[in-house]
């Protein structure tokens, strides 16, 4: 079984009123370290069988079609994961 993520953001000339809240938030918890934060989504598309260059590419197209809003979102990762033996993903 096989597992294709998908990470999509705002464009940057995009507001991000979550990103802000969050940014905001974090001094009051004591974590002060951070200067920008911003929100995104991440899909994770899971195939019987393994990653090919097929499905990631049906992925692509699921991206620029249904997962984002390519007026205000990029796509900026698709990433392959296989599952090992085991079933926890990558130890075997």
Known sequence: MGTVIVD???KP???DPQGKAVRA???R???DGFTEVRQGKRF???VDGEVTEEVLAQARQAAETLL???IIEDVVAITAV???ACG???CC
């Open 8 to 10: 999509v953001m705002p």
């Open 13 to 15: 000339e995009i507001l």
């Open 25 to 27: 938030a974090l001094p």
């Open 29 to 31: 918890l004591g974590l």
């Open 44 to 46: 994770e598309l899971t």
């Open 68 to 70: 984002s809003n390519p």
């Open 82 to 84: 296989q599952e090992c």
């Open 88 to 90: 926890k993903g990558g």
